[in-house]
């Protein structure tokens, strides 16, 4: 989009503080993991850089976990707002404590949305010192288990929308107004 998208705002808040509103009154510790922290600094949350800058996703998951307290991080994609507070609780619901965990809708997995434990760390470390980059084998890497998200009373058809275009951004706005 040439900009960046989780600074876009719908109404008066950013996506990403939109998230963080989600987040805070679920889990003890909130972090933002990104390769611009400066960026972040007016959400007064505690933000991480990556530890491997500039190789997507499966960095911010590494980071992510390797400057958490917390043993299993669940971890939300920072162009994705539309999700529910239900769903974050029906996935720590059903979460039995596997290695990495992720929400999937109608035949498709979401590894943006899922949960995650610091034995993931090793096998992180490893694809990203050998730019294996992909999510997909990450997760098979770590026999991640997928949950059924629809199944979920909080769920909804536009929960995993996201910012890739302007048409995107427009189409998030119009779901989120109402």
Known sequence: MGQNKSLLKIS???IIEIIADKMKP???????????????????????????????????IHSGLVNSEAQNNCFVSCDSPCFSR??????????NGESAFAARDNGRTHY????????????LESSLKNKELR??????KMNGIKIPIE????????????????????KLREVLRS
């Open 12 to 14: 008066e808040k950013t």
């Open 26 to 60: 679920i889990f003890p510790e909130v972090l933002i993991i990104t390769n611009n922290p400066d960026e972040y600094e007016f959400l007064k949350l505690e933000i991480r850089e990556d530890i491997y800058p500039h190789m997507g996703p499966l960095s911010g």
């Open 86 to 95: 239900e769903s974050i609780n029906f996935m720590i619901a059903k979460y």
């Open 112 to 123: 943006l949305f899922g949960i995650y434990s610091k034995e993931c760390i090793p096998v």
């Open 135 to 140: 999510v997909s084998n990450f997760f098979a």
């Open 151 to 170: 199944e979920c009373e909080g769920y909804s058809e536009n929960q995993f929308l996201n910012v890739n275009t302007m048409e995107d951004y427009e």
